[in-house]
């Protein structure tokens, strides 16, 4: 209960600079738990949707990436390219393109990866290798984006930590630590590979929509990831679909469509690290689901679960990190681009502690 006290009592100006008062700031707290859980469930739908088909025998996860970064490029691509000036596409893709190359090209291959885990490891693993995630972004955050975590950020991640050991213990209890297990080395070395690349590309939308604009970001992702997942897609030649499944795959895309638009937002009100940590949740959403669809067998340490990662979370975004906010050249486009209800909120991003990472990835981060 004590880690709940910096959320339920009012915090002063002073302690948190970022913030108009304690009201405002217990409320905004409130909106960055709620938004973290809607990214969390719309990761459930893709999973949902997976499993099904995968009991039809559908094994295609660069046709599933393709149709996201598909959608992306038809709606955040085009608004680029109907800017001018700065904005314009043709004038970002001049002096930036690689960068941009490099970003797709992690976020597609990571997708990749992952999905390709599965073939040769455990859930298990995979659950717990994941999460490698967190401790890579936080180092990239502090040498690219100078974060400067306090240590109640780290007991934070710990606190989560735990909440997801729980979540496998129940897993184990319940025999679902089954799996294929040929060549289990290759399967961790490609979830912990996944991990690194995510990491990569959360640090390059957290970059980017701090210092850029949301749209900037997605459009270059959907141009890329198009072209990336396409050409892995043409080369893979598989294409394993029947009528009976294409409302899978409509569900899958939508999910992965919204989570790639909403969680620019939530990276924009926290960091990448603290998305990924309320993503800890998702499995838990999706064992939940499994209840229903799969039979799967209840567990009280689901719900311990939930609570031990939830309350991890709250504390993370409790402190935020010592850094201030940026200029954001691009917010008034954001706004004509996206729905109010989307409109991010200020930052806490060191700008000039960026230049070095100008440098190295896009200048222009889900």
């Avoid at 100006?13 to 859980?37: E, H, I, N």
Wanted: charged share 10%; with cysteine.
């Amino acid at each position: 209960m004590m880690v709940l006290i910096p959320f339920l009592l009012p915090v002063s100006p002073a302690s948190v600079p970022s913030c108009g008062g304690g009201v405002f700031f217990c409320r905004r707290l409130l909106q960055t738990v709620a938004m973290g859980q809607v990214l969390s469930l719309l990761i459930c739908g893709t999973a949902v949707s997976c499993q099904f088909l995968a009991d039809a025998g559908v094994r295609t996860p660069m046709l599933q990436s393709f149709l996201n970064y598909a959608l992306l490029l038809l709606t955040y691509t085009l608004v680029l390219c109907t800017r001018k000036g700065e904005g314009n596409i043709l004038k970002m893709l001049r002096t930036k393109w690689w960068k941009y190359l490099l970003m797709g090209l992690a976020d597609v291959e990571a997708n990749y990866a992952v999905v390709k885990a599965y073939q040769f490891t455990t859930l298990t693993s995979i659950q717990l290798l994941d999460c490698f995630v967190i401790p890579v972004l936080m180092l990239l955050s502090r040498l690219f984006l100078k974060t400067r975590y306090r240590p109640v950020h780290f007991v934070a991640v710990a606190v989560c930590l735990l909440g997801v050991g729980a979540m496998v213990g129940a897993d184990i209890l319940a025999g679902r630590n089954e799996g294929s297990t040929n060549n289990v080395m290759l399967g961790d070395g490609l979830v912990l590979l996944s991990a690194v690349l995510y990491a990569v590309s959360n640090l390059c939308q957290e970059h980017t929509v701090k210092n850029q604009s949301r749209v900037e970001f997605l459009g270059m992702m959907g141009l890329f990831g198009t072209l990336i997942s396409g050409l892995q897609l043409c080369a893979s030649a598989r294409w394993d679909t029947h009528h009976g499944t294409l409302m899978l795959f409509a569900v899958y895309a939508l999910c992965m469509y919204a989570l790639y638009s909403f969680m620019p937002v939530v990276v924009k009100m926290t960091s990448a690290t603290a998305v990924n940590l309320s993503l800890l949740t998702a499995d838990l959403f999706s064992l939940f689901c499994g209840l229903f669809l799969f039979n799967y067998k209840f567990s009280a340490l689901y719900i311990i679960s939930f609570v031990v990662i939830t309350t991890g979370f709250i504390l993370f975004n409790a402190f935020p990190t010592n850094s201030s906010p940026p200029e954001n050249r691009a917010e008034s486009d954001d706004h004509a681009a996206a729905s109010p209800s989307l409109r991010p909120l200020p930052s806490h991003i060191d700008v000039g502690a960026t230049e070095a990472f100008d440098q190295l990835l896009p200048s222009s981060a889900l």
